[in-house]
C-alpha cells in the first residue's frame, strides 16, 4: 500500500466519497461547538473587552490561510516532480478555500483592530504581509483560469506557489522578522508551546482551530473531486469529437 | 445572548462577515460539486451512445 496510489483519480474518488461524511460530520461539529462556545461560554478580557470573542475566527482563518497555502506548495511540488494530476487539482481547489480564509483573517482582523488599535489597517509587517498573500491567491486563481491548457497551467501555477511561499512565511513570521508594528506576536505557539493565551480562552479556540482545519479539508477534498470530474467529462467529450 | 457591552457592533459584524463568507464558499462550493457531476453523466451517456 503507497500513498501514491491515490494519485489514481478513480481511487481517490472511491476514498473521498468514504471518508467525506465523517469528516464533514466532525468539521461542523468542531466549528460550532469551538464558536458557540468561544461566543456564549467565555468571558469578557479583562483589556480587550467583548472583542476578544473576535479571536475564535481570526486566529483559526488566519492559520488556514498560510496553511492552505503550504498544502498547495506540496501538491505544486509533487505535480512539478512526479506529474500526478491529482495533486495538480487538488492545489488548484485548496486556493478559493484559502483565499475566503485569509479575506476572513484581514476583514476580522480589520474590525478588531478599529476599538483596539484605533485604526482599520497599518502598514504593518504582519498585516501587509497578509495582504500580499491575498493578492497572490487572486493572482493563483486567475491563472488557471486564464490559461486553457490544463497542464500549462498546472505549470505555470506551481511556480507562482512557489514564489508566493515566501510571503506565506512572511505572513507566520512576519513578527519575528520585523519586531515592530501594531499586531502581537503569536499567542499560540506550536513550537515553543508557551503561549499567552489563558486557559478560558484557549480551549474553545483549540475547538475552532481543528474545526476550521477540518472544513478546510472537507471542502478541499470534495472540490478535489469536482475538478476530477470536470477533466473526465471534458476529456470524454473531446474523445467523442465534441471538444472541451 | 451574552452581554457585549460598547464593542457589539465590532463582535456582531465580525460573526457575520465571517459566517457569511464561509456560507458562500461552502454554497458555491456545492452548487459546482452537483454540476460537475451532472456534466460528467452526460459525457458518459453521449460516450455511450456514440459507441
Not at chain 2, 457575520?16 to 459546482?32: D, E, M, N, Q, Y
Request: charged share 15%.
Amino acid at each position: 500500500m503507497s500513498i501514491w496510489q491515490y494519485a489514481n483519480p478513480v481511487k481517490f474518488l472511491a476514498l473521498s466519497s468514504r471518508v467525506q461524511p465523517y469528516l464533514w460530520a466532525a468539521a461542523v461539529i468542531c466549528v460550532t461547538t469551538g464558536l458557540l462556545w468561544g461566543f456564549f461560554g467565555t468571558p469578557d478580557d479583562a483589556r480587550q473587552g467583548s472583542t476578544v470573542k473576535i479571536i475564535y475566527l481570526h486566529v483559526p482563518a488566519a492559520l488556514m490561510a498560510i496553511n492552505a497555502w503550504f498544502m498547495m506548495l506540496i501538491a505544486s511540488l509533487i505535480w512539478l516532480v512526479r506529474r500526478h494530476h491529482v495533486s495538480a487539482l487538488a492545489a488548484k481547489a485548496a486556493a478559493p478555500v484559502g483565499i475566503v480564509m485569509t479575506l476572513i483573517a484581514l476583514v476580522t482582523g480589520a474590525i478588531w483592530g478599529q476599538p483596539m488599535w484605533g485604526t482599520w489597517w497599518a502598514w504593518d509587517p504582519r498585516l501587509t504581509s497578509f495582504l500580499i498573500l491575498f493578492l497572490f491567491y487572486l493572482g493563483y486563481i486567475a491563472l488557471w483560469e486564464a490559461i486553457e491548457d490544463p497542464d500549462t497551467a498546472a505549470d505555470l501555477t506551481s511556480v507562482l506557489c512557489l514564489v508566493g511561499s515566501v510571503f506565506a512565511i512572511l505572513s507566520r513570521y512576519a513578527v519575528q522578522f520585523w519586531n515592530q508594528g501594531l499586531h502581537q506576536g503569536t499567542s499560540v505557539p506550536v513550537a515553543t508551546g508557551g503561549r499567552t493565551v489563558a486557559d478560558v480562552f484557549f480551549y474553545p479556540l483549540l475547538v475552532s482551530m481543528v474545526g476550521f482545519g477540518l472544513l478546510f479539508l472537507a471542502l478541499v477534498i470534495y472540490r478535489t473531486g469536482t475538478e476530477i470530474r470536470l477533466r473526465r467529462a471534458a476529456a470524454m467529450r473531446a474523445r467523442t469529437g465534441r471538444g472541451a | 445572548m451574552p452581554e457585549l457591552g460598547k464593542y457589539a457592533i465590532e463582535v456582531l459584524s465580525a460573526y457575520a462577515a465571517s459566517l457569511g463568507l464561509l456560507g458562500v464558499l461552502i454554497g458555491i462550493t456545492l452548487r459546482r460539486g452537483r454540476a460537475a457531476q451532472a456534466t460528467l453523466k452526460a459525457a458518459e451517456m453521449e460516450a455511450k451512445k456514440n459507441g
